[in-house]
């Protein structure tokens, strides 16, 4: 009798700590979207009922005019932000209260990926960002410019010298192998043609880095490390293949002994971080996106720091960019007008320079520019960005149904970017693919705190500007000697695969280049 008695206590305080952590946001005021309809929602998308992107929209309409909303992220609450100003505050003006991303995995579990710039926190971050960000100056990216343009021509090159005069291709296929060549070379300094040698050990390695959010099994596994961390790692199941983890290590630490003993310099990455273990730079505070000089505490970088974020720079560059090439390219096929246009920007910049292309020639061109911009509008890397709380903070209500919502430290919210993207109180029509919204012109219509493509704040992406000069190169010289058109094989409009973590199709990219006689 005493056991039941106990037992009934023991469920009556489970039901009681249940219902009071699904209650949380109540004691705000704030509306939430029931766990039920979240829940519903992902087994729609995991039964292949629904994709990735229509959920992210019917959950950030499911609580219409309002700046926020609470979700309850199975273990825990999170805020998920809608309103561009109060993204703009809690991203920017106080970034100082939410400097984190959630934690993922402990560096002892997964040194490469616990070790890079995305995953590390607080002063250790703020450090390895201040001592990467000078790979990304003006300076240094006319030196990688010249890195860039030459696999640009290799690849044109490689596609010219083919008798068809139309080739047809699957994009993502082709495009990895440029940006393997561009990484190699601006990131290690070392000379990969992934088209004669299509086997090399980079794109062996970069297929298993990409691989870790594919396939159903891998989804779950990326959820669960997501979601529940310590789950993860006491299930001992690795992020990545352990040989890509040696590989890293091992290239570093190669390439680290080869120029120290040959007195190698080159302005690249791995260079400046070699600096900086030299000299352990001083720890640096970042407050509201400016830098000042902390206390005398010094960090000393190991050559394994320096191969994680050699391996986060590789990682980010590899896929992402390609990918963007990928959708860019279907939505100028789909758009045949805006493809003329873009190639009388080319020849019209190509003239001018009389053939000498230059850095300043492609920073110049300003329709590549918002082409690429509402392709990362409507196709976003990712669907959503997370940060963590470090110092209390607490909203203001601003309209008269709020009430102050006190985030502690340890508090979740996420910045719904594909969401924001396509609602139409911030882009009109947003799922027509419209450059104009871009066209500096109009640069009074985009809100800040709205076009989230490479995130918000001082932990926005650091490399996008080295991404664009990327991009915008390889497209050059690729709109100057063929045109983007459509095959039998070409799915249009596109099918996303359900599943994905990320946009990606169902049936790849294929297109085909038609050579431009000239």
Not at 296 to 321: C, E, H, M, P
Not at 364 to 379: A, I, P
Not at 434 to 445: A, G, L, M, S, V
């Amino acid at each position: 009798m005493l056991g039941l008695f106990l037992a009934g206590i023991v469920i009556c305080l489970i039901i009681y700590r249940v219902q009071r952590y699904f209650r949380y946001w109540d004691q705000y005021g704030v509306k939430t979207v029931s766990s039920i309809y979240l829940l519903k929602e992902l087994v729609k998308v995991y039964c292949r009922q629904r994709i990735m992107t229509d959920m992210c929209k019917n959950v950030y309409n499911a609580i219409p005019n309002a700046r926020y909303f609470g979700v309850y992220q199975f273990s825990k609450p999170a805020l998920v932000l809608k309103d561009a100003d109060l993204i703009t505050e809690l991203t920017t003006k106080h970034f100082d209260h939410f400097t984190d991303h959630q934690y993922m995995i402990s560096e002892k579990f997964e040194p490469m990926w616990g070790k890079s710039l995305f995953i590390i926190k607080g002063q250790r971050w703020r450090t390895i960002r201040h001592i990467i960000s000078p790979s990304f100056t003006s300076n240094k990216l006319k030196i990688m410019f010249g890195l860039i343009t030459d696999s640009a021509k290799n690849f044109t090159d490689h596609f010219l010298q083919k008798n068809e005069d139309v080739i047809e291709v699957e994009l993502k296929d082709v495009f990895t192998r440029f940006t393997n060549d561009v990484l190699t070379s601006t990131s290690f300094g070392l000379a990969v043609d992934s088209f004669k040698n299509p086997n090399n050990q980079f794109l062996e390695i970069a297929e298993k880095m990409c691989n870790f959010t594919s396939g159903f099994g891998n989804l779950i596994k990326f959820n669960i490390m997501v979601q529940w961390p310590a789950l993860y790692e006491f299930l001992g199941l690795p992020v990545f293949d352990t040989t890509v983890n040696d590989f890293f290590e091992k290239l570093v630490e190669d390439t680290i002994h080869m120029r120290e003993e040959r007195g190698i310099v080159r302005p690249d990455m791995i260079h400046l971080l070699m600096e900086a273990k030299k000299e352990s730079l001083k720890e640096i505070h970042i407050d509201n996106g400016k830098s000042e000089d902390a206390d005398n505490k010094r960090i000393q970088l190991t050559n394994k720091d320096i191969a994680a974020q050699a391996f986060f720079f590789y990682l980010a560059g590899f896929d992402n960019v390609a990918t963007l090439l990928c959708f860019c390219c279907y939505e100028i096929v789909v758009n045949p007008e805006i493809q003329d246009r873009l190639r009388a920007e080319v020849q019209e910049s190509f003239d001018k320079c009389g053939g000498a292309v230059t850095y300043d020639t492609i920073n110049e061109l300003k329709y590549f520019g918002m082409v690429l911009k509402e392709t990362l509008r409507k196709w976003p890397p990712v669907f959503a960005a997370d940060r963590v709380c470090t110092k209390s903070f607490t909203i203001q209500p601003k309209v008269p149904d709020e009430q102050p919502v006190y985030l502690k430290e340890g508090s979740i919210f996420w910045l719904p970017i594909y969401a924001l993207h396509y609602d139409p109180s911030y882009f009109p029509d947003p799922e027509t693919f419209d450059p104009e919204r871009f066209n500096p012109k109009n640069k009074q219509n985009i809100k800040a705190g709205t076009f989230l493509a490479f995130g918000s704040g001082p932990r926005s992406c650091i490399g996008y500007r080295l991404a664009f000069l990327e991009v915008k190169t390889f497209l050059f010289h690729l709109l100057y000697h063929f045109e983007i058109v459509k095959t039998q094989k070409s799915q249009i409009p596109i099918k996303l695969k359900p599943t994905s973590p990320n946009l990606c199709p169902s049936d790849g990219f294929w297109f085909a280049f038609r050579k431009i006689r000239r």
